[in-house]
């Protein structure tokens, strides 16, 4: 399934991310990051414990050595922001759209959005309930997230497709997913 053109020279830069994430190690670190070496390239996230009043930390994991940390010493420079022009239909799967921004190591766009069905959604982000009332056009929703930063330069949403956090089929599955909502 082919979905974008990219120039020559995006898809040697694609390349060579694969390479950093599949090459880099914690040894790759600068010193001074901050994470802790008992729990390393942990992350956590909250679980409601119900009618408690509490929560309770649960670990996931993904592996975060890829990305600049906030370290002075980290040189590593942070990918360019990419457009994407789309040269067929986007024919995702809403089903598995909806799951992949659930996910918490996949889109986990609830983290930041409102979305159907779901109790307890972060408030970063604007509401996606009721979407496609909206009316915006697949291949805009697809570049807000393939790369967010091509519209807001700041914008904290992470840029998915340009950072090969989601492949362009999930990026599409979220999109159906997202058109779908009434
Ligand atoms: C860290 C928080 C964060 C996460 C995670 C996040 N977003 Fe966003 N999103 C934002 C913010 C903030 C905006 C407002 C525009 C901007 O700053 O880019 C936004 C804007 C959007 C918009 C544009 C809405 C419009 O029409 O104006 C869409 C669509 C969207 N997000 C979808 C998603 C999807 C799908 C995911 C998961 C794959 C996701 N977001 C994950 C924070 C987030």
């Known amino acids: 399934m082919r979905f974008l053109s990219l120039s020559i020279g995006a898809r040697a830069l694609l390349i060579a991310g694969a390479l950093l994430v599949a090459g880099a190690t914690r040894a790759d670190l600068p010193a001074?990051?901050?994470?802790?070496?008992?729990?390393?390239l942990q992350t956590m996230q909250p679980k409601v414990i119900v009618n408690s009043g509490r929560l309770e930390w649960v670990p996931y994991y993904r592996d975060l050595t890829a990305w600049p940390t906030l370290s002075?010493?980290?040189?590593?420079?942070?990918?360019?922001p990419r457009k994407v022009k789309l040269d067929a239909p986007v024919r995702g799967d809403p089903a598995r759209g909806r799951d992949l921004a659930m996910r918490p190591d996949k889109g986990y766009c609830i983290a930041c959005h409102q979305l159907p069905g779901e109790e307890w959604p972060g408030s970063v982000g604007l509401s996606l309930e009721r979407y496609k009332s909206y009316g915006h056009a697949d291949e805009l929703v697809f570049q807000?997230?393939?790369?967010?930063?091509?519209?807001n330069p700041h914008s904290v949403m992470p840029p998915y497709g340009t950072f090969g956090i989601l492949t362009v089929e999930e990026i599409a599955d979220l999109v159906a997913y997202l058109q779908s909502l009434e």
Not at 73 to 80: E, G, I, N, Y
Not at 144 to 151: E, H, L, M, S, V
Request: proline share 8%.
């Open 32 to 40: 001074d990051a901050a994470i802790n070496a008992a729990a390393p």
């Open 72 to 80: 002075h010493q980290d040189r590593r420079s942070t990918p360019r």
């Open 144 to 151: 807000q997230i393939f790369d967010a930063r091509a519209f």
